[in-house]
Structure formats: structure tokens, C-alpha cells
């Protein structure tokens, strides 16, 4: 099983609720529909574990990939590429990492 990790911060800190909002209403729906997405789950993070230090990251999505192939065609499609703006207006520099389930 493969996934796609999403690490981000917000482009305006201001811009919180209007980004949960829009991911449970909009990215998760839409990105879950994809054949290729077994599933979709956007985590808001904390501090590290054992301090006060806060997540060099405010959001992580996470999707578990069924067909890594099939993943490219779908997010050439109109909605996803909808979708795909939306979410640029709001994180700041995301980082995409294709991931590998090992156990």
C-alpha cells in the first residue's frame, strides 16, 4: 500500500477555519471519490510529543493509494485540478511525499 503524505502550513494564520471548513467539505469528499483512494484523512498537528515545541507543520493529510498510476490520471481531471487551486490559495509551500507501507 502506498500513500501520499501532505505536509503544510497555512499561507494566513487567519485562514483556519475558512481551510477546515473547505477540507471536510470540499478536498476530502472530492479526493476520496478518486478509484485510486482507498482514503483520505486530514490531521491537525501538535506540538511534539514530550514538549511544548509545535509541529513545524500545522496540517498533514494523508492518503492511502491503491494505484499510484491510476492516482495520475485521476488528478488531470477538472474537479481535481479545482480542487488542487483551492487548496494552493491556502497552504503555504506544501510538501508532497509518496510513501510506502512497510509493515
Do not use: H
Not at 84 to 95: L, S, T, V, W, Y
Amino acid at each position: 500500500m502506498a500513500a501520499l503524505v501532505v505536509l503544510f502550513n497555512l499561507k494566513d494564520e487567519s485562514a483556519r477555519e475558512a481551510y477546515e471548513k473547505w477540507a471536510k467539505t470540499t478536498d476530502v469528499p472530492t479526493a476520496s471519490a478518486m478509484e485510486s483512494v482507498d482514503s483520505f484523512k486530514v490531521f491537525k498537528m501538535g506540538n511534539i510529543m514530550g514538549t511544548e515545541n509545535p509541529s513545524p507543520y500545522q496540517y498533514c493529510e494523508v492518503l492511502e493509494i491503491n494505484d499510484m498510476g491510476k492516482l495520475g490520471e485521476e488528478v488531470g481531471s477538472e474537479a481535481m485540478k479545482k480542487v488542487a487551486a483551492e487548496f494552493q490559495e491556502f497552504a503555504d509551500n506544501p510538501m508532497f511525499v509518496i510513501s510506502e507501507q512497510i509493515a
